[in-house]
């Protein structure tokens, strides 16, 4: 495997954010983060496909706003092809998780995933996708 060396110049803000993420997840250096960071969106990039796959949706959010379950739940219907199973979990006095369990076409995963993320007041949201066909 051939080493390419090239140099890159990225803003201050963006050096810092990539210093912190790869302290914070063991990282020797900058490159290392990069390479998994590439990588990681070169396998995402690969389920924008019609692949079949089975997965979850982990969604974190703060338990007292109570219009996000509502929101989560109309967004759904639109998904009951590709949804298995929904509930809501309370992690503590402040966090609820909503888990979703999904099979389907990878990109109509993605898309359910994507829209249930940019739901105001979510505070986290993962897609974990396997192969299923």
């Given amino acids: 495997m051939a080493l390419k060396r090239f140099g890159v110049s990225l803003e ?13 997840n063991g990282f020797a250096n900058r490159s290392q983060a990069i390479g998994f960071l590439i990588g990681k969106y070169i396998t995402e990039q690969k389920w924008q496909c019609n ?30 092809d590709v949804i ?5 979990y309370y992690i503590n006095g402040n966090n609820c998780m ?13 898309e359910l995933s994507d829209r249930l993320s940019t739901i ?9 996708m396997s192969r299923a066909d």
Avoid at 12 to 24: R, V
Avoid at 84 to 88: K, N, P, T
Avoid at 120 to 128: D, F, M, N, S, T
């Fill in 12 to 24: 201050d803000e963006l050096l810092e954010e990539l210093d912190k993420y790869a302290n914070d």
């Fill in 51 to 80: 692949n079949i796959v089975a997965g979850t949706i982990i969604i974190m959010y703060d338990r007292d706003k109570k219009e996000i379950p509502v929101k989560i739940a109309a967004l759904q219907l639109n998904y009951t």
């Fill in 84 to 88: 298995l199973s929904s509930g809501q």
């Fill in 98 to 110: 909503h888990v979703v369990t999904v099979t389907g076409e990878a990109h109509r995963l993605t």
């Fill in 120 to 128: 105001k007041g979510i505070k986290h949201a993962k897609l974990v």
